[in-house]
């Protein structure tokens, strides 16, 4: 199928790994011309190398910027003016218990994973209103409609997630830019990795049982019983970013191996 993708301009946030790179990466291998985000220009420039390695027809670039904040916005768009695809991938996690977190936590989360999409969608949708295409995708969660009792923080920016890009999408009746939101489950990411390792360890068996074992427990309405890989969320937002996808928006799109227990 042909993408239409060659020539796009992407920007994805909080990109130099996991779900992000993948993303950046599966853009890049179909003609996109994408940059790559992360705070440290280090942590950048690695993410780039590692996309341009050995690759000539990949164009990977790299900026780097706290996407949280308002200055690391503004820093961007002055390197950075226009963009094709947002991907607004940015966002972190922390298990908490729910009297634990404090009022900067909640204000911390909600500012990383919802108003840096927020900042960059309003950065971007000017000029591509002038283009009359765009396409602008949230990494949101199947935590956006499972609450997760560890972390109520991040379901709460999950779910506020959803409700941005549903109601941007709305504003947008008649024109050609599409606004949806992709919601992985859980996803062998970095951090992911470290927590299977970290669980392994603890209860002395190997990651293969670790994994099972989460699944069993944790995950149990989860139909492949297996952490998704990177590369299964980007095969999604690689469609949705494409010209194929223009009839797709203020969608809400799982990824999440089934782990939603609904059929609507
Ligand atoms: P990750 O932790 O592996 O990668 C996050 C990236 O963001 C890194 O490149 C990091 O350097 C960068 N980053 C962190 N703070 C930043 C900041 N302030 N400014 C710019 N860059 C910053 O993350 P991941 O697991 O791949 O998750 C990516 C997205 O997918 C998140 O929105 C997350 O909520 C969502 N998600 C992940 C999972 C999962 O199981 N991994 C499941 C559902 C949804």
Redesign the pocket.
């Given at each position: 199928m042909e993408l239409g993708l060659h020539g796009k301009i992407a920007l994805i946030?909080?990109?130099?790994?996991?779900?992000?790179?993948a993303i950046a990466a599966a853009l890049a291998k179909e003609g996109a011309a994408v940059f790559v985000?992360?705070?440290t220009p280090g942590?950048v420039d690695q993410a780039v190398a590692r996309l341009n390695a050995g690759q000539p027809a990949i164009e990977a670039r790299g900026v780097a910027?706290?996407?949280?904040t308002t200055q690391?916005v503004a820093q961007l768009a002055s390197r950075l003016p226009a963009v094709d695809i947002l991907v607004n991938?940015?966002?972190?996690?922390e298990p908490k218990n729910f009297e634990d977190i404090s009022d900067a936590d909640w204000l911390r989360l909600f500012e990383?994973?919802v108003l840096?999409g927020v900042r960059l969608s309003r950065l971007y949708l000017p000029q591509m209103k002038r283009k009359n295409w765009g396409r602008i995708i949230y990494?949101?969660?199947?935590?956006a409609l499972q609450i997760p009792v560890e972390m109520v923080h991040?379901g709460m920016t999950?779910t506020a997630q959803l409700a941005v890009a549903r109601g941007l999408a709305e504003t947008l009746t008649g024109t050609g830019i599409t606004v949806n939101s992709v919601?992985?489950?859980?996803?062998r990411?970095?951090?992911?990795e470290q927590f299977v390792q970290d669980y392994a360890r603890h209860s002395g068996v190997d990651a293969q049982e670790a994994e099972r074992q989460f699944f069993k427990t944790a995950r149990p309405s989860s139909i492949i019983q297996r952490?998704e890989t990177?590369e299964e969320i980007a095969a999604m937002v690689t469609f949705v970013a494409s010209e194929k996808a223009s009839a797709v928006t203020g969608a809400s799109l799982r990824v999440d191996g089934g782990v939603v227990r609904s059929i609507a």
């Amino acid at each position: 199928m042909e993408l239409g993708l060659h020539g796009k301009i992407a920007l994805i946030s909080g990109s130099t790994a996991g779900i992000g790179l993948a993303i950046a990466a599966a853009l890049a291998k179909e003609g996109a011309a994408v940059f790559v985000n992360g705070r440290t220009p280090g942590r950048v420039d690695q993410a780039v190398a590692r996309l341009n390695a050995g690759q000539p027809a990949i164009e990977a670039r790299g900026v780097a910027a706290d996407l949280s904040t308002t200055q690391g916005v503004a820093q961007l768009a002055s390197r950075l003016p226009a963009v094709d695809i947002l991907v607004n991938n940015l966002g972190i996690f922390e298990p908490k218990n729910f009297e634990d977190i404090s009022d900067a936590d909640w204000l911390r989360l909600f500012e990383t994973n919802v108003l840096s999409g927020v900042r960059l969608s309003r950065l971007y949708l000017p000029q591509m209103k002038r283009k009359n295409w765009g396409r602008i995708i949230y990494i949101s969660s199947e935590s956006a409609l499972q609450i997760p009792v560890e972390m109520v923080h991040y379901g709460m920016t999950k779910t506020a997630q959803l409700a941005v890009a549903r109601g941007l999408a709305e504003t947008l009746t008649g024109t050609g830019i599409t606004v949806n939101s992709v919601l992985p489950g859980p996803t062998r990411s970095e951090g992911v990795e470290q927590f299977v390792q970290d669980y392994a360890r603890h209860s002395g068996v190997d990651a293969q049982e670790a994994e099972r074992q989460f699944f069993k427990t944790a995950r149990p309405s989860s139909i492949i019983q297996r952490f998704e890989t990177v590369e299964e969320i980007a095969a999604m937002v690689t469609f949705v970013a494409s010209e194929k996808a223009s009839a797709v928006t203020g969608a809400s799109l799982r990824v999440d191996g089934g782990v939603v227990r609904s059929i609507a």
